[in-house]
């Protein structure tokens, strides 16, 4: 099937959508897995819990998809994401994922060719920066899946063996958990 360059913006929304849905039930599957004091556990001082990245990932979701693009008041303690410590529940974290992802979602459904080209501040690590909708939103939705990858092997890490593979029938026989 060809694509021609006016669908442009409506690829690209259904390609960060998936990718958006994909880890939200990534993180999801990881996290129905841990108990509560899987998901706070530090591999090390100094290292991220579960907990931290999915706080940061709610956190991070609000910022770019709720304030830089959407413009809200920006209310975000990024550092306070990495240092808090079981401070909440696992179903608390998660409520606040599931609405942060949901405000991500719609946003993405809003974008067309002309807010994707609009220009907005986002802040970064090194300071704000001027870019477009379309480099914020491809940024948060990459941002998301790298976080997901990371909480998976966090997971199987935590759980060893008793890690449950969301496709067994893609993983080695070797490798299949057996609860």
């Known amino acids: 099937m060809q694509v021609s360059a006016s669908d442009l913006s409506k690829v690209l929304r259904e390609a960060m959508r998936v990718r958006l849905e994909e880890s939200g039930r990534a ?34 979701l609000r910022q770019r998809f709720g304030s830089d693009i959407g413009g809200e008041p920006s209310r975000r303690d990024r550092f306070g994401e990495f240092t808090v410590d079981r401070s909440a529940s696992k179903a608390e974290i998660l409520a606040a994922f599931d609405e942060a992802m949901a405000l991500a979602a719609a946003a993405v459904d809003r974008l067309d060719d002309e807010s994707c080209c609009e220009m907005r501040t986002t802040l970064r690590l090194d300071g704000p ?50 609860p």
Do not use: K
């Open 27 to 60: 993180i999801h599957h990881c996290l129905d897995q841990l108990d509560e004091g899987q998901v706070w556990a530090r591999a090390a001082d100094g290292l991220n819990s579960v907990a931290n990245l999915v706080i940061h990932l709610s956190g991070n």
């Open 129 to 178: 920066s001027e870019t477009t909708v379309l480099a914020i939103a491809l940024q948060a939705v990459t941002h998301l899946s790298g976080h997901a990858q990371e909480i998976q092997f966090m997971t199987r890490l935590l759980l060893g063996p008793r890690y449950a593979f969301r496709s067994p029938e893609g993983v080695p026989p070797s490798m299949r958990s057996n």
